[in-house]
């Protein structure tokens, strides 16, 4: 490394611990974070020097730890690390306020801001020739008088995340799956009484399973060239309210030719409108007519980004080759296989569809099974307590909240 690096992360959860983890195991570098609370997977990891901060998620809070940080370390660069989207935002709006030591590796705030409402994604995805589920956006002033261009079932969700976690109320689920048109009445009747401000967006629901579902992670460079591409195959998420939607089981393994040409486009995309850093992209399979159907994208790297470091795509190293080294790394593209997990073994199976049983047992005879949580370099018991602990309660959630498959 040209430089010294001094990445500092915000948040506190499998996010946080897993971009910790690359940088620790390619480059023996002990990060330090900021969380809101003394718990969750970050808290007393001795991978981390985590530190409590109430307050970290207000901006005038957030820009002075990175200020005093980056003073404390004037020997090298400081590179702030959101891993949420409220982290993220925070990060980027405030970038003028920090010193010179400090690499912020995120786009401009007009981009993202386009970019992370959904309602302006979509119309980006059309121009771009992406596939996207059909979607209908939904505005307060219409009330009860609207239609649909599609039948029920229905997803609805919003279109800021951010602005909608800010207006909670009783029953916010993250994603609704909704039966008929009462309850998505009732959605937005509820969502809108709690003062949330933004559009709503209406989804055609793609019929099959989480096995259906991919994730695809990228790095662009800082002159929006992509360099690294790695497709999951999710088999599994969680089916808790506030959980839905997060990875499980996600699976890396050879690109097909529909598969590629999904790749394809988006790294067109991506290099079109000069897109720089981390992207993640939720994506399901309708096989209705054979496409991928793309839901969204997220300006940094994704909850489950361990999956893309296990596969052998260390994320760290495409910050700090990019923007400490100046290195150019050509552009790769996932092709090996491998298996990542944050639930047990057994709930894995009884869950995830047989027919992929037998290359689950083949990536574990082989080696290439892999845990965000669950670092042979962890030294701390009371984060090995914590993981041991998460791990029992997804039995319950999953026998509480899905049907095990068959």
Not at 98 to 124: A, C, Q, T, W
């Amino acid at each position: 490394m040209k430089e010294k690096l001094y990445p500092l992360l915000f948040g506190g959860d499998i996010n946080v611990y897993s971009v910790a983890r690359a940088f620790w195991e390619q480059y023996r570098i002990r990060v330090t974070c900021y969380g809101k609370f003394p718990s969750g997977p970050a808290y007393r990891s001795s991978l981390i020097d985590y530190r409590v901060n109430a307050n970290a998620e207000k901006a005038e809070t957030l820009v002075r730890l990175i200020c005093d940080f980056a003073a404390e370390h004037r020997d090298g660069k400081v590179m702030p690390i959101g891993c949420s989207d409220d982290y993220v935002f925070l990060v980027t709006d405030n970038r003028d306020k920090y010193p010179d030591n400090v690499i912020v590796p995120y786009i401009d705030s007009k981009l993202m801001g386009e970019l992370i409402r959904k309602e302006h994604f979509y119309e980006l995805a059309d121009k771009y020739d992406i596939d996207h589920p059909g979607t209908f956006i939904y505005r307060k002033e219409m009330g009860h008088d609207f239609e649909l261009p599609f039948k029920p079932p229905y997803i609805c969700k919003p279109s800021s995340s951010a602005l909608y976690w800010r207006h909670p109320f009783q029953g916010n689920d993250k994603v609704f799956v909704l039966k008929d048109r009462e309850a998505l009445l009732d959605v937005l009747d509820r969502c809108y009484a709690a003062g949330y401000p933004d559009t709503m967006v209406i989804q055609d629901m793609i019929p099959g399973d989480d096995s259906y579902m991919r994730v695809l992670t990228c790095y662009s460079d800082r002159k929006g060239r992509v360099k690294m591409m790695c497709l999951g195959h999710t088999l599994l998420e969680e089916h808790t309210p506030h959980g839905r939607g997060n990875h499980a089981v996600v699976i890396t393994e050879k690109l097909d030719g529909q598969s590629r040409t999904l790749c394809e486009k988006i790294r067109h995309f991506l290099e079109e409108i000069h897109y720089t850093g981390f992207s993640n992209f939720d994506i399901k399979y309708d096989e209705r007519d054979g496409k991928y159907k793309v839901f969204e994208i997220n300006c940094r790297q994704g909850r489950s980004n361990y999956y893309v470091t296990a596969a052998g795509y260390n994320v760290a190293k495409y910050w700090v080759s990019d923007l400490i080294e100046g290195i150019d790394t050509g552009f790769e593209i996932c092709q090996k296989e491998s298996l990542w997990r944050v639930v047990p073994r057994k709930v894995s199976y009884d869950y995830v569809p047989s027919k992929y049983h037998a290359f689950m047992k083949r990536m574990e005879k082989e080696g290439h099974v892999s845990n965000s949580l669950i670092s042979p370099d962890e030294k701390n018991w009371y984060h090995k307590l914590w993981v041991w602990h998460n791990l029992r309660s997804h039995v319950k959630k999953f026998a509480s909240y899905y049907e095990k498959q068959k």
